[in-house]
């Protein structure tokens, strides 16, 4: 998706492994979200940022851990992978209170 | 209670139908509501946004919202096989809430 890139975009780790997802944007939009989309449950909020440094939890945060020391980049590690884990993983622009530009996600399976 | 509630579907229309998709919210402050559309395999892409009460239209598109009854409606005219996707509400702002989704198929 133009201004917002997510890697890798497919990976598959083993159970208790440190897991790194990657988005980077060029829209420099202030704030940067990282969400989940599993089956009957839609779009999850895990951690959410507001600035460079500037970072807070979101409605499944267990587990997951968020950088952010560049506008552009946001990074979600999960910490210790679990076959919970197991999901598709969005991140999301917006320069304003609405209106997200999502990327294209991660596909991460957790074996 | 979720506090955006969606029905998952699926829905499936013949081309040319007017479709109409439904969204329940719980929290009153909410004053910003948006549609998004996804295609399979891919990100949601922001459709259409109203703030507050009241109709918006975008062509084939209209979204109403009716804040007394806390109801979100996405109606498609004309519908064709392209418009085949989830079809996600959402609301809340900044942390965006999202529905579980509807799937639609338009069939040609």
């Not at chain 1, 959410?48 to 590690?77: A, I, N, W």
């Not at chain 2, 084939?60 to 409606?73: E, G, L, M, N």
């Not at chain 2, 959402?90 to 198929?105: E, Q, S, V, Y």
Request: glycine share 10%.
């Amino acid at each position: 998706d133009a201004g917002i890139t997510q890697s890798p975009r497919h990976k598959v780790t083993e159970t208790g492994t440190p897991v790194t997802l990657r988005c980077h944007q060029t829209e420099n939009h202030r704030y940067m979200y990282w969400y989940r989309q599993d089956p009957g449950h839609g779009l999850r909020l895990i951690h959410y940022s507001y600035g460079v440094k500037d970072t807070d939890k979101g409605e499944v945060s267990d587990g997951y851990s968020v950088s952010r020391s560049k506008t552009e980049d946001f990074l979600l590690t999960l910490e210790s992978a679990t076959s919970s884990q197991t999901s598709v993983y969005f991140c999301a622009i917006s320069e304003g209170e609405y209106g997200y530009t999502f990327g294209s996600g991660t596909r991460l399976t957790v074996v | 209670q979720k506090e955006v509630e969606q029905d998952p579907g699926p829905l499936s229309v013949p081309e040319g139908a007017i479709v109409s998709l439904n969204c329940t919210y719980s929290n009153s402050a909410f004053q910003y509501f948006m549609w998004y559309r996804q295609y399979s395999r891919k990100g949601p892409e922001l459709l259409m946004y109203t703030y507050s009460s009241g109709n918006k239209e975008d062509g084939r598109f209209t979204a109403q919202v009716d804040k007394s009854s806390k109801y979100i409606s996405l109606f498609i005219r004309d519908s064709q096989p392209s418009d085949s996707a989830t079809y996600l509400c959402a609301t809340g702002g900044f942390k965006t809430i999202f529905g579980a989704g509807t799937r639609l198929f338009v069939k040609a």
